[in-house]
Nanobody, 114 residues
Framework: QVQLVESGGGLVQQGGSLRLSCAVP????????MSWYRQAPGKERELVAA??????NYADSVKGRFTISRDNAKNTVYLQMNRLKPEDTAVYYC?????????WGQGTQVTVSS
């Protein structure tokens, strides 16, 4: 069974940085589109960033502050988050998609204090 293992969440002050990691052992990782989503309390899960073979996509709210990247040799995708804001507080989830196959991670909490 494929497991996506997220790490790197935590508590940070406004303006600070965090880097999330999502390790995906056991997949033909390079074939998968990888993305990060987040879900704040009382809100729907939303796409934060995605990395495809053709490039990257970002939510407007994080453009210029967040960077998604991947290391296919390590089967890992990253989300570098800079200039964090309290409204970035959420559980962040990693997702892997290839054709009709989809996997989600268990989520990692990011809390930004003001």
């Amino acid at each position: 069974q494929v497991q996506l293992v997220e790490s790197g969440g935590g508590l940070v002050q406004q303006g600070g940085s965090l880097r999330l990691s999502c390790a995906v052992p056991g997949l033909t990782f390079s074939s998968y589109t990888m993305s990060w989503y987040r879900q704040a309390p009382g809100k729907e899960r939303e796409l934060v960033a995605a990395i495809l073979s053709t490039g990257t996509n970002y939510a407007d709210s994080v453009k210029g502050r967040f960077t998604i990247s991947r290391d296919n040799a390590k089967n890992t995708v990253y989300l570098q988050m800079n200039r964090l804001k309290p409204e970035d507080t959420a559980v962040y989830y990693c997702k892997a998609v290839y054709l009709r196959t989809m996997y989600w991670g268990q989520g990692t909490q990011v809390t930004v204090s003001s």
